[in-house]
């Protein structure tokens, strides 16, 4: 049975002579955009314990991240300053696509029957047609003012490899991408657009490094993870003083960069004349997430607002926040990042090959870990299923057809209008709507054709790779 109600014409219709005086769409000036990056580091109430050094254990420094990151970026991974102003010239690149606009669902509130409010950011209007390029645009603007001449990286369904590949174009830098051999197979059109912006695109695993030769030794037949395409991407870096590697999730100054989705949705959020109680994304690593919660994140930290709840929404096939442990592990599969203060199910840990693939990290950033660690947020694990019946839903409903990974989002956001219904009360809902699924039709396909399966996991079955780590400091 449909968890949600299907549309028909008779079922649901839209008269249009009552719905063209809503204000549906909040837009803002490009003299609203924010002009700087909220640090959540400054405001929270326990810090983060350090990252420690893969081999000798111990607290790391900013001389051991040099390999990888220009300087400017390792200064703001440790800044404990709440406001970071945004370059010029990226404010610049910026205006291309922002601000982005803020929607109320009037159509998806009234196919819900809720007396909820629902409102979501739109990213997929950048260039690349996601959230990514805020953080991506901002990294390869640092790494060529340090005169870097390459960025290595990985994607998981392909937005964060377009984004990079699409900054580094614009700064006129080499860009190499492991894709996650399951979604390179999954997306080709990804692979085509990061061509176009001038990148080269492997799918990972591969036998370009040895961290690739030893995971196909092992599988020759690896459909590839995010913790396998890291570690490609890394060691690639450090084996080419001209070259650095980036990140598309996870580490601070990649959170810090997407603030400004959250900022533009306060202002936003004002106009409309509403504050929302409960502010949801999708959850990977942690950037979407970090994004559009923050700045709303500050007031519950220093504005004492205790009723606004946050909610992180993963994948069950990959349920790190909700089933995972909070330890130091590896950011990658082999183990030459630094050790992260994490909620992880090991670094080991091969998801399933779900269409969602920028979700399918073993682990969660160290920030986002610590205020869940923290009870500040909440986090929900939900099947696929139910997300693309989500997903279709609101694609009937507010014309969007949302990325596999923005379709958590959309689920629970309905699961909190749903409830508001069953307790007949109100609520305002703000969602991130992180980027559309024009490139991930092949998932609708088999969606629609009956082909996908949830994935339930014992404990035994999410525990055992974090066996692993029992030689390695509690977190």
């Known amino acids: 049975m449909p968890r949600y109600p299907r549309l028909t014409a008779t079922n649901y219709p839209i008269p249009i002579f009552k719905t063209m005086s809503k204000t549906r769409k909040i837009l803002l000036s490009e003299k609203d955009m924010p002009t700087q990056w909220y640090n959540i580091q400054a405001d929270m109430p326990n810090p983060m314990l350090p990252p420690l050094h893969p081999g000798t254990k111990q607290p790391i420094g900013p001389d051991d991240l040099a390999p990888l990151f220009p300087m400017a970026l390792i200064q703001q991974e440790v800044s404990q300053e709440r406001w970071h102003e945004i370059p010029e010239q990226v404010q610049d690149i910026y205006k291309k696509w922002r601000p982005t606009p803020l929607y109320r669902a009037y159509d998806l509130e009234k196919a819900l029957d809720t007396p909820a409010k629902i409102?979501?950011?739109?990213?997929?209007?950048?260039?690349?047609?996601?959230?990514?390029?805020?953080?991506?645009?901002?990294?390869?603007?640092?790494?060529?003012?340090?005169?870097?001449?390459?960025?290595?990286?990985?994607?998981?369904?392909?937005?964060?490899?377009?984004?990079?590949?699409?900054?580094?174009?614009?700064?006129?830098?080499?860009?190499?991408?492991?894709?996650?051999?399951?979604?390179y197979e999954q997306k080709p059109y990804r692979k085509i657009m990061m061509n176009t912006w001038g990148s080269s695109v492997y799918a990972s695993p591969t036998n370009l490094t040895e961290a690739g030769k030893q995971i196909l030794a092992q599988d020759p037949h690896s459909p590839g993870s995010l913790g396998i395409a890291i570690s490609e991407a890394v060691e690639r870096a450090v084996q080419d003083e001209h070259t650095k590697y980036s990140l598309g999730s996870v580490l601070n100054h990649v959170l810090m960069h997407q603030t400004i989705i959250g900022m533009e949705a306060m202002k936003q959020m004002e106009m409309a004349g509403d504050f929302p109680d409960v502010v949801v994304a999708p959850f990977g690593g942690g950037s979407n997430f970090a994004g559009i919660t923050f700045p709303f994140l500050r007031h519950k930290l220093t504005k004492g607002k205790d009723h606004l709840r946050f909610l992180a929404i993963e994948p069950a096939s990959c349920p790190k926040l909700t089933r995972g442990e909070f330890r130091y592990d590896f950011g990658d599969s082999i183990g030459m990042t630094p050790l992260i203060p994490m909620y992880t199910l090991g670094h080991s840990f091969v998801p399933p090959t779900i269409h969602a693939g920028g979700l399918r990290y073993h682990g969660a950033g160290a920030i986002v870990s610590q205020l869940l660690k923290d009870e500040i947020i909440e986090a929900q694990a939900i099947q696929q299923l139910e997300c693309f019946e989500a997903g279709v839903l609101f694609g009937k409903t507010e014309g969007i057809l949302p990325a596999p990974e923005a379709t958590h989002a959309v689920a629970g956001a309905i699961r909190e209008a749903n409830q508001a219904k069953e307790e007949g009360k109100s609520k305002v809902i703000l969602f991130n709507m992180c980027g559309h699924g024009h490139f991930d039709l092949r998932a609708y396909e088999d969606y629609f054709a009956g082909k996908l399966q949830d994935h339930h996991y014992s404990d035994e079955q999410l525990t055992k790779n974090l066996k692993e780590l029992d030689d390695i400091p509690m977190g």
Not at 126 to 135: D, I, L
Not at 143 to 148: A, D, P, R, Y
Request: hydrophobic share 30%; with cysteine; proline share 3%.
């Open 119 to 183: 409102y979501y950011k739109y990213e997929g209007v950048s260039p690349s047609g996601s959230h990514k390029p805020n953080t991506a645009v901002a990294q390869a603007y640092y790494n060529k003012q340090e005169g870097v001449k390459r960025i290595t990286t990985e994607t998981g369904a392909g937005q964060w490899g377009s984004a990079l590949s699409f900054a580094c174009g614009l700064f006129d830098m080499e860009c190499e991408v492991f894709m996650v051999k399951v979604s």
